[in-house]
């Protein structure tokens, strides 16, 4: 039987966190905060927001083409597929303070709110050609959030 090659497997699935019975997703995305908080301890607050920024566009582009690679073993845009999530959070986690444990929790319910919700547009970026259509929605959904954390950031 045939595999999909290992470190698409392991990137697709967030290191494993796609595998969770009951809500993938949000275990993918609380997986990528808790790495982000463990950066946090040791970074800077100007390092932590370009650190977070290379990370974003590194597993978007590895996301990508690694989805690419599993989807012909698993199907389009399966459940266990998480690194989009990953990614989708780690965009208003970029303009989060270590610390600022309101606007943390706010990056992971709000990007989950837009991900499981996908309002205005999201759901159409899923009609992208693989494994870009799969990331793009939840990109889009971390913009969404981005947009409303930076906004809570300036009236608060």
Request: net charge neutral; glycine share 8%; charged share 10%.
């Amino acid at each position: 039987m045939k595999r999909p090659p290992l470190f698409a497997h392991i990137l697709t699935t967030g290191f494993g966190s796609g595998y969770c019975p009951l809500a993938p997703g949000t275990a993918g995305a609380v997986l990528a905060v808790l790495l982000w908080l463990l950066a946090s301890l040791w970074l800077s607050p100007a390092v932590l927001f370009y650190t977070t920024l290379a990370v974003i566009l590194l597993f978007t582009v590895l996301g990508i083409v690694c989805t690419n690679q599993v989807t012909p073993f698993w199907g389009e845009d399966p459940r266990r597929v998480v690194v989009d999530e990953m990614v989708g959070v780690w965009i208003p986690l970029a303009v989060v303070n270590p610390g600022e444990w309101l606007y943390i929790i706010a990056s992971l319910v709000l990007f989950r709110f837009f991900d499981i919700v996908k309002p205005l547009g999201v759901r159409k970026m899923e009609n992208l050609p693989g494994g870009i259509g799969v990331m793009a929605d939840d990109i889009l959904a971390g913009i969404y959030s981005l947009v409303i954390i930076l906004i809570a950031k300036c009236v608060l």
